[in-house]
C-alpha cells in the first residue's frame, strides 16, 4: 500500500486499540471501586475512575517507545468516546468542544499526578483525593482500597508485555 492509499484510506488505524479501550473501560466500570472503594457512581466519577486505570495503561504504554503510536490511537479513542458520551447526554454541539478539552485538561494533569504518586501511597492518596474524589475525601479504608489496588494494578501493567496491552489484555484487578 503506498503513502497516498495509507492516507486517503477510509480504514481507521485506531480500530487497533479498541480492545484495549474496552478492557479499561470495563475495568473502570467495575462495581467495587464504587462500593469498596466509594468512588461516587456519578458522571463525573466514572469518568474519575476509567481516567485512573487509562492514564496508567497510558503511562505503561509510554515506557515503551515502541508503542507511542498506539498511546497516540489509544488517547484518540477517549477523545471521540468522550466526544459521543457528552452529546449523548444533551451537551450541545456548540459546547462539546469545551468540554472535551477540559476533560483532555483533566486528564493531562491526571497523568502527572498518577505519574508522581503511584509508588508512594501517600502521595498516591493525595492524588486520588484531588483527581478521583474531587476533595471530598472518602473514609480512609476506602481511600486506602483504591491506593492499594491501582498500585497493584500499575505493577501488574509492568510485568505485561506491551504487545499483550495493546491487544486488550490488561490485568484483572482482584478484589
Keep these: 500500500m503506498s503513502f497516498l492509499d495509507k492516507l486517503f484510506s477510509k480504514e481507521n ?3 487497533e ?3 484495549l479501550y474496552d478492557a479499561i473501560i470495563a475495568e473502570g466500570r467495575r462495581l467495587f471501586w464504587y462500593e469498596e472503594g466509594a468512588v461516587p457512581d456519578s458522571l463525573d466519577g466514572r469518568f474519575d475512575m476509567i481516567a485512573a486505570i487509562f492514564v496508567l495503561v497510558l503511562i505503561r504504554l509510554e515506557s515503551d517507545e515502541s508503542a507511542n503510536q498506539q498511546a497516540s490511537w489509544l488517547t484518540e479513542l477517549f477523545i471521540t468516546d468522550m466526544d459521543g458520551q457528552l452529546r449523548q447526554i444533551g451537551i450541545g454541539d ?3 468542544g469545551k468540554h472535551v478539552k477540559r476533560m483532555m485538561g483533566a486528564l493531562g494533569g491526571r497523568i502527572g499526578a498518577y505519574r ?3 509508588d508512594d501511597t501517600e502521595k498516591l492518596v493525595e492524588a486520588l483525593n484531588r483527581n478521583l ?3 471530598d475525601e472518602p473514609n480512609k479504608e476506602a481511600i486506602k482500597f483504591v491506593a492499594t489496588h491501582l498500585q497493584q494494578f500499575h505493577a ?3 510485568s505485561t508485555g506491551t504487545a ?3 491487544s ?3 490485568p484483572e484487578i482482584s478484589k
Design 156 to 158: 501488574d501493567l509492568i
Design 133 to 135: 474524589y474531587r476533595g
Design 168 to 170: 486488550g489484555t490488561i
Design 94 to 96: 456548540m459546547v462539546v
Design 17 to 19: 486499540m479498541q480492545p
Design 116 to 118: 508522581e504518586s503511584i
Design 164 to 166: 499483550e496491552i495493546i
Design 13 to 15: 488505524p485506531n480500530a
